[in-house]
């Protein structure tokens, strides 16, 4: 049954744990160098200078901390499973560039951001209220998995010359733009069809098919990616996806409730 409290709780700990996450990889990776004068994303904050890593530190702590204490809640609140799913994504969050084998570094950002951005999240949001997390948690979980993912697919093709000169073997790097261009189109596309055949398969209410009129907004951005290089269009890329997330999980959720 829905309740307001742990619903605030829920988003403030989801969003502490996304800024944490950025926070960590904005610190690893100018440790590691691969925030350089080079790359042609948005400016780095601890790489330009503009923070110190001290206080990059100091702000990535008080994030996870601020995720830990409204995880606290959700324990009393909805058992010790949302234990387990805080701890594993925070050691998710902190292991993407970090640690003695950052994954994020060998290929695997995709995996897991599917896995934790979408189904974990997903589920785990659901949990909160239930017990139960039937197969139409799942069918959202894969749509907002796929859709996160194109989100850092779109990141690491920008990233792609500057991360071979890293060393940072991004999934993108090691298929070579062609092929991570042809992914980050595949798994646009793939959201969307998943929204139709769980649709199809009764996984969820008709209404949720309103979310399709999201789906065309995806063609532009294929079309950038595949016909672009440079830094701004594919920066545009990345927030278009961003937004196309947004809107298609606020459209799922309407098609779910109504």
Same mark, same amino acid.
């Given at each position: 049954?829905?309740?307001?409290?742990?619903?605030?709780?829920?988003?403030?700990?989801?969003?502490?744990?996304?800024?944490?996450?950025?926070?960590?990889?904005?610190?690893?990776?100018?440790?590691?160098?691969?925030?350089?004068?080079?790359?042609?994303?948005?400016?780095?904050?601890?790489?330009?200078?503009?923070?110190?890593?001290?206080?990059?530190?100091?702000? !990535?702590?008080?994030? &996870?901390?601020?995720?830990?204490?409204?995880?606290?809640?959700?324990?009393?609140?909805?058992?010790?499973?949302?234990?387990?799913?805080?701890?594993?994504?925070?050691?998710?969050?902190?292991?993407?560039?970090?640690?003695?084998?950052?994954?994020?570094?060998?290929?695997?950002?995709?995996?897991?951001?599917?896995?934790? &951005?979408?189904?974990?999240?997903?589920?785990?949001?659901?949990?909160?209220?239930?017990?139960?997390?039937?197969?139409?948690?799942?069918?959202?979980?894969?749509? !907002?998995?796929?859709?996160?993912?194109?989100?850092?697919?779109?990141?690491?093709?920008?990233?792609?010359?500057?991360?071979?000169?890293?060393?940072?073997?991004?999934?993108?790097?090691?298929?070579?733009?062609?092929?991570?261009?042809?992914?980050?189109?595949?798994?646009?596309?793939?959201?969307?069809?998943?929204?139709?055949?769980?649709?199809?398969?009764?996984?969820?209410?008709?209404?949720?098919?309103?979310?399709?009129?999201?789906?065309?907004?995806?063609?532009?951005?294929?079309?950038?990616? &595949?016909?672009?290089?440079?830094?701004?269009?594919?920066?545009?890329?990345?927030?278009?996806?961003?937004?196309?997330?947004?809107?298609?999980?606020?459209?799922?959720?309407?098609?779910?409730? &109504?």
């Amino acid at each position: 049954m829905f309740a307001l409290v742990p619903f605030v709780v829920v988003l403030v700990a989801a969003l502490s744990i996304q800024v944490g996450v950025n926070f960590a990889n904005d610190l690893a990776d100018a440790a590691r160098g691969a925030d350089t004068e080079a790359r042609i994303g948005p400016q780095r904050a601890v790489a330009s200078g503009v923070i110190t890593a001290s206080d990059m530190r100091r702000g !990535m702590i008080i994030a &996870f901390g601020i995720a830990g204490i409204g995880g606290l809640y959700l324990i009393w609140y909805a058992g010790w499973p949302i234990l387990v799913i805080g701890v594993v994504s925070i050691i998710a969050a902190l292991g993407y560039t970090n640690g003695p084998i950052p994954y994020g570094y060998y290929g695997l950002g995709e995996v897991f951001v599917f896995i934790f &951005f979408g189904l974990v999240a997903t589920a785990g949001t659901r949990y909160v209220f239930s017990p139960s997390v039937p197969a139409a948690v799942w069918a959202g979980g894969v749509v !907002m998995g796929l859709l996160a993912a194109a989100i850092l697919e779109a990141n690491n093709i920008r990233d792609i010359d500057t991360d071979v000169v890293a060393g940072k073997r991004t999934l993108a790097v090691i298929l070579g733009r062609q092929r991570a261009r042809k992914l980050y189109a595949a798994t646009m596309v793939g959201a969307f069809v998943t929204i139709v055949f769980s649709v199809m398969l009764g996984f969820l209410p008709p209404m949720c098919m309103i979310a399709l009129v999201v789906a065309p907004l995806s063609i532009p951005l294929i079309q950038t990616v &595949f016909r672009e290089t440079a830094g701004p269009p594919l920066i545009g890329v990345l927030k278009g996806t961003a937004q196309i997330q947004l809107f298609t999980g606020l459209l799922l959720s309407l098609g779910i409730v &109504f």
